[in-house]
Each structure stands twice: as structure tokens, then as C-alpha cells.
């Protein structure tokens, strides 16, 4: 039996490695990470877990990419949204940040629609992927479709990736 730690997990596994094969597709992506140990300290002095970060230097100037991700069947809540817009902006806010950031909230199911006028708002991107085994993640102009499944003690990802 999978724990909801373990599920969480391989989702946020998965959004990277997908992530890497938008790096191979294009994109200048740099210092991809993730996980439990993925911390990034803010203006406030604290450090923030991001399930997924990069820096993206495809854009004009250096864009620090935040990934928040939620692999649940419990819709997205506006005060989710309003904890990770928070933490975007103490990590903009500190001084070694770079200039820009980019928040995309990945979530598997349902968002509520607060939560989604509210990410709007603050240009959080709201990325819906579908529901396990099929996912699908989009990324500017690349969409990709994955199948997350259970190899030898570990989940991998396979993807396509097609431009949209």
C-alpha cells in the first residue's frame, strides 16, 4: 500500500523529470531540484520546501520557476494558493533571488473556483494534470502526456513531448 507521503512524492518526481525533458526540448532549464530537501530561503529569513524548482533562462532575464504540487482527489483550496503566492513573493523578496518568478500550482483533480480566480490573479499558473496513471503537463509552448508506473521498487515517468 502506497502512503500519501510516498504518492506525493512520486508526483513531484515525475513533474521534474518532466521538467527535464522540456530542458531537452528547447528550453535553457538550469538547477532543476525537488523533493523534501528543496529548500529555498526567503526575505523573511525562512526557508520555504518547493516540491519542484529551476531557473528557466529562456525568458529575457532569468526566471526562478516554483512548482507547487498537489497529487490529491481533494479539490484545491484559495488558502493553498494564498500560502504558495506567499511564499513566492518572500523568496522574490530576498536579495540573492533572482529578478523574476513564475509560480505553477500542479494539482491532479479539482480546484475550487476561488482558488482559481485568486491564482489568477497573482499569475499563478494553475495546471491541472489528470488524474494517475495518465498525466499530462504543460509548460509555454510544450505539452507533454506521461504514464507514471511502477518499475522495480521506484516510479518512472515516460513522456512525449509535442509543441502546442
Same mark, same amino acid.
Given at each position: 500500500?502506497?502512503?500519501?507521503?510516498? =504518492?506525493?512524492?512520486?508526483?513531484?518526481?515525475?513533474?521534474?523529470?518532466?521538467?527535464?525533458?522540456? =530542458?531537452?526540448?528547447? &528550453?535553457?532549464? &538550469?538547477?532543476?531540484?525537488?523533493? &523534501?530537501?528543496?529548500? %529555498?530561503?526567503? +526575505?523573511?529569513?525562512?526557508? $520555504?520546501?518547493?516540491?519542484?524548482?529551476? %531557473?528557466? $533562462?529562456?525568458?529575457?532575464?532569468?526566471?526562478? *520557476?516554483?512548482?507547487?504540487?498537489?497529487?490529491?482527489?481533494?479539490?484545491?483550496?484559495?488558502?493553498?494558493?494564498?500560502?504558495?503566492?506567499? #511564499?513566492?513573493?518572500? #523568496?522574490?523578496? $530576498?536579495? =540573492?533571488?533572482?529578478?523574476?518568478?513564475?509560480?505553477?500550482? +500542479?494539482?491532479?483533480?479539482?480546484?475550487?473556483?476561488?482558488?482559481?480566480?485568486?491564482?489568477?490573479?497573482?499569475?499563478?499558473?494553475?495546471?491541472?494534470?489528470? *488524474? &494517475?496513471?495518465?498525466?499530462?503537463? $504543460?509548460?509555454?509552448?510544450?505539452?507533454?502526456?506521461? %504514464?507514471?508506473?511502477?518499475?522495480?521498487?521506484?516510479?518512472?515517468?515516460?513522456?512525449?513531448?509535442?509543441?502546442?
Amino acid at each position: 500500500m502506497t502512503t500519501s507521503q510516498e =504518492k506525493g512524492d512520486s508526483y513531484e518526481e515525475f513533474i521534474c523529470q518532466l521538467i527535464g525533458n522540456v =530542458k531537452e526540448n528547447g &528550453r535553457d532549464i &538550469r538547477s532543476i531540484k525537488w523533493g &523534501r530537501n528543496n529548500n %529555498i530561503l526567503g +526575505a523573511s529569513g525562512c526557508k $520555504h520546501q518547493i516540491d519542484v524548482s529551476f %531557473i528557466d $533562462h529562456s525568458f529575457k532575464k532569468p526566471t526562478l *520557476v516554483l512548482i507547487e504540487c498537489k497529487n490529491t482527489s481533494k479539490s484545491v483550496e484559495k488558502v493553498q494558493i494564498a500560502a504558495f503566492q506567499a #511564499i513566492i513573493s518572500d #523568496i522574490l523578496n $530576498h536579495n =540573492k533571488s533572482p529578478e523574476f518568478a513564475l509560480g505553477i500550482f +500542479a494539482y491532479a483533480q479539482n480546484a475550487r473556483s476561488g482558488a482559481v480566480k485568486f491564482a489568477k490573479h497573482y499569475n499563478i499558473k494553475m495546471e491541472k494534470t489528470g *488524474v &494517475r496513471p495518465n498525466f499530462t503537463f $504543460h509548460y509555454k509552448s510544450l505539452t507533454q502526456a506521461g %504514464i507514471l508506473f511502477k518499475g522495480t521498487g521506484s516510479l518512472i515517468a515516460n513522456a512525449t513531448i509535442a509543441k502546442s
